[in-house]
């Protein structure tokens, strides 16, 4: 059993910033890629940002320079921090990971989401 947990997440006004993190737990063997995905009312879930193992990072190109993501390998940990928050980034942020299993099983998992709002 593997289970991600978000933390992090809230109300901030215009300008703020806020830093969410995730760890993994569970029958870990080991972690690939991990990051950061949302979902605003209405619209797809979109990448936010994404760090492999060798912290190659790709970003969603309207982020660049305000979200900044790492990762803590020991404690298999990721976090995005969030800097010049505006209206527009308001969704429910959710954690991402591949991970790999004792047995050697890999598959993709999911965070149960935490809100991120943005307003004044």
């Known amino acids: 059993q593997v289970e991600l947990v978000e933390s992090g997440g809230g109300l901030v006004q215009p300008g703020g910033s806020l830093r969410l993190s995730c760890a993994a737990s569970?029958?870990?063997?080991?972690?690939?890629?991990m990051g950061w995905y949302r979902q605003a009312p209405g619209k797809q879930r979109e990448l936010v940002a994404r760090?492999?193992?060798?912290?190659?990072?790709n970003y969603a190109d309207s982020l660049k320079g305000r979200f900044t993501i790492s990762r803590d390998y020991a404690n298999h940990t990721v976090f995005l921090q969030m800097n010049s928050l505006v209206p527009e980034d308001t969704a429910v942020y959710y954690c991402h990971a591949v991970i790999t299993n004792r047995w050697s099983v890999s598959r993709t998992y999911w965070g149960q989401g935490t809100q991120v709002t943005v307003s004044s």
């Open positions: 569970g029958s870990i063997f080991s972690i690939g890629a």
């Open positions: 760090i492999t193992t060798g912290d190659s990072i």
